[in-house]
């Protein structure tokens, strides 16, 4: 039970922050001589997250939903939003359909995900720097920026490569602020998640769901620090730049690399 909710703690925290959910679930589980977890406890996980993305995001949800029906106090602006949310979830969706298979086999090799990491940290110094010299023009999402991060998101179907780490950087790359980049960013997971987990309905359910008391720990766990990062890194934000997140993964990323080696 420890160790799944050792688990659902990593996923949930770097689910949302820019440090690659899908690296740590497999370098962490490497480095302590850890099974693969299961197709159970991958799938209660990222419903973990997507409930805590959820409840972080319930107002701006129940406008989405509200504005569909002509209702609320800006139905224009919630239905444009939908529309961005929609435009931009297609380039994943397209990539996860497309190339899911050929990217599954990296999840096996941990030493891959340390040298993606360092791409990661790259980008968001990269990220860091375009802000320092084109400070942000707008906290609207347009439909470039939206397909932007669109294709941002769908480059993170490599382990290692941050979901939210690459969409807010292209986020910033059209001129949007950090902290709304990152917003856009977190609905944008919504769907994302959502298509993961459908997409592993079918092998769980064909006979290796396995519900025990040690997954529901690990399932709180990514619902509990998933929704503490979101606010958490929300805050963050405000003030601060990317560049401590570059920086962890600078130096994570060699040290595990060695640590693997050794193991």
Same mark, same amino acid.
């Given at each position: 039970?420890?160790?799944? $909710?050792?688990?659902? $703690?990593?996923?949930? *925290?770097?689910?949302?922050?820019?440090?690659?959910?899908?690296?740590?679930?497999?370098?962490?589980?490497?480095?302590?001589?850890?099974?693969?977890?299961?197709?159970?406890?991958?799938?209660? &996980?990222?419903?973990?997250?997507?409930?805590?993305?959820?409840?972080? /995001?319930?107002?701006?949800?129940?406008?989405?939903?509200?504005? *569909?029906?002509?209702?609320?106090?800006?139905?224009?602006?919630?239905?444009?939003?939908?529309?961005?949310?929609?435009?931009?979830?297609?380039?994943?969706?397209? =990539?996860?359909?497309?190339?899911? !298979?050929?990217?599954?086999?990296?999840?096996?090799?941990?030493?891959?995900?340390?040298?993606?990491?360092?791409?990661? =940290?790259?980008? *968001? &110094?990269?990220?860091?720097?375009?802000?320092?010299?084109?400070?942000?023009?707008?906290?609207?999402?347009?439909?470039?920026?939206?397909?932007?991060?669109?294709?941002?998101?769908?480059?993170?179907?490599?382990?290692?490569?941050?979901?939210?780490?690459?969409?807010?950087?292209?986020?910033?790359?059209?001129?949007?602020?950090?902290?709304?980049?990152?917003? /856009?960013?977190?609905?944008?997971?919504?769907?994302? $998640?959502?298509?993961?987990? $459908?997409?592993?309905?079918?092998?769980?359910?064909?006979?290796?769901?396995?519900?025990? =008391? !040690?997954?529901?720990?690990?399932?709180?766990?990514?619902?509990?620090?998933?929704?503490?990062?979101?606010?958490?890194?929300?805050?963050?934000?405000?003030?601060?730049?990317?560049?401590?997140?570059?920086?962890? *993964?600078?130096?994570?990323?060699?040290?595990? =690399?060695?640590?693997?080696?050794?193991?």
């Amino acid at each position: 039970m420890l160790q799944d $909710i050792v688990l659902g $703690i990593v996923q949930g *925290l770097t689910e949302f922050l820019p440090v690659s959910s899908s690296g740590h679930l497999v370098v962490v589980p490497a480095l302590f001589g850890w099974e693969q977890p299961s197709l159970t406890f991958d799938l209660v &996980l990222h419903l973990g997250t997507l409930l805590a993305v959820v409840f972080a /995001f319930r107002a701006d949800l129940v406008a989405l939903v509200l504005g *569909l029906l002509g209702r609320g106090p800006d139905p224009t602006r919630a239905r444009r939003l939908l529309g961005l949310l929609v435009v931009g979830s297609i380039p994943a969706g397209v =990539a996860g359909l497309a190339l899911g !298979s050929f990217f599954e086999d990296l999840f096996e090799r941990p030493g891959w995900v340390c040298g993606f990491w360092v791409v990661t =940290a790259l980008i *968001l &110094l990269a990220a860091d720097r375009h802000v320092e010299r084109f400070p942000a023009t707008t906290d609207t999402v347009g439909t470039r920026s939206a397909v932007g991060m669109g294709v941002a998101q769908a480059a993170a179907i490599t382990p290692g490569i941050s979901r939210s780490g690459t969409t807010i950087a292209a986020g910033v790359g059209f001129g949007l602020t950090r902290t709304e980049a990152a917003r /856009f960013s977190f609905l944008l997971s919504i769907p994302a $998640i959502l298509g993961a987990v $459908i997409t592993q309905i079918p092998d769980v359910t064909g006979g290796e769901f396995d519900l025990t =008391a !040690s997954v529901a720990a690990g399932f709180v766990a990514a619902l509990v620090s998933g929704w503490l990062a979101i606010e958490g890194f929300l805050r963050f934000l405000r003030t601060h730049s990317l560049r401590a997140f570059a920086l962890y *993964l600078l130096v994570v990323a060699p040290v595990s =690399a060695v640590l693997l080696w050794l193991t």
